[in-house]
């Protein structure tokens, strides 16, 4: 089993930036495909950003040319770079893995506990 600690949230005004890490411990990170969750106050859990193991990447609309998802295999780790952030982009940010690159944009398997982002207006 993976396990994931995020880190990097915290209180930003709009149109700053943050980076948030996730470190993985465990066996075979560089084989795992990588995403981004958040989930806002009274709303669903929702995508944001993926990875897979040989690099590809994906992203919600609502995030695509401000936020990118990368990785260290070195050190374990997968990044959301997160730019020009948005009072809409308030959220607890979770980072997930899964083997299975086909549902990491949806159902991943491992999750980390969370880490909140404000942005204030």
């Known amino acids: 089993q993976v396990q994931l600690v995020e880190s990097g949230g915290g209180l930003v005004q709009a149109g700053g930036s943050l980076r948030l890490s996730c470190a993985a411990s465990?066996?075979?990170?560089?084989?795992?495909?990588m995403g981004w969750f958040r989930q806002a106050p009274g709303k669903e859990r929702q995508f944001v950003a993926a990875?897979?193991?040989?690099?590809?990447?994906f992203y919600a609309d609502s995030v695509k040319g401000r936020f990118t998802i990368s990785r260290d295999n070195a050190k374990n780790t997968v990044y959301l770079q997160m730019n020009s952030l948005k009072p809409e982009d308030t959220a607890v940010y979770y980072c997930?893995?899964?083997?299975?690159?086909?549902?990491?944009?949806?159902?991943?398997?491992?999750w980390g506990q969370g880490t909140q982002v404000t942005v204030s207006s």
């Open positions: 997930a893995a899964d083997r299975n690159r086909l549902v990491v944009t949806s159902t991943p398997r491992m």
């Open positions: 465990g066996q075979s990170f560089s084989s795992l495909a």
């Open positions: 990875i897979w193991s040989g690099g590809s990447t």
